[in-house]
């Protein structure tokens, strides 16, 4: 029953990702515009879902009190994450949120700060400078 709900769960999100996507409109540049991106993630998720809640594969347990605790608090880093984007700038907002869920996941805060140290800069590279996503690198609280 658990594979079968977080199908459904799944193919919601998916969906709605979708839906939210065909908003997105560029005046220029990219013809595909950028509303591909979402959609090649999202109807893959969708059918993805559909699978799960069709044919379950296993009866997953539901997780206990720490492990809700710490799914609870990567939500709410994540959330925190989304909503700091722009006045703390890309670099500095996805530092924290990688070093915070590395943290998370177990990893020695050496290595969490290493890969957040590497990862920020290079994800923003790729978005902002090959892929030409603009990005916020400096957020509204910096200047």
Excluded at 23 to 40: E, N, Q, S, W
Excluded at 111 to 128: E, M, N, R, V
Aim: hydrophobic residues 55%; positive net charge; proline residues 8%.
């Amino acid at each position: 029953m658990t594979d079968r709900l977080a199908g459904c769960v799944f193919f919601l999100l998916a969906a709605g990702y979708v839906w939210l996507s065909a908003g997105y409109t560029a005046g220029f540049g990219d013809p595909l515009g950028p509303a591909i991106f979402p959609r090649v993630i999202g109807i893959p998720a969708m059918i993805l879902g559909v699978s799960l809640a069709v044919w379950p594969r296993h009866n997953a347990r539901w997780a206990d009190g720490a492990g809700l605790l710490r799914q609870g608090a990567a939500v709410a880093l994540l959330l925190g994450y989304a909503l700091l984007l722009e006045p703390l700038g890309f670099v500095p907002a996805s530092f924290g949120a990688i070093l915070g869920l590395s943290l998370m996941m177990g990893a020695p805060p050496v290595k969490g700060l290493l890969t957040a140290a590497i990862a920020a800069p290079g994800l923003y590279l790729l978005f902002d400078r090959i892929m030409g996503l603009p990005l916020p690198l400096i957020g509204t609280w910096f200047g």
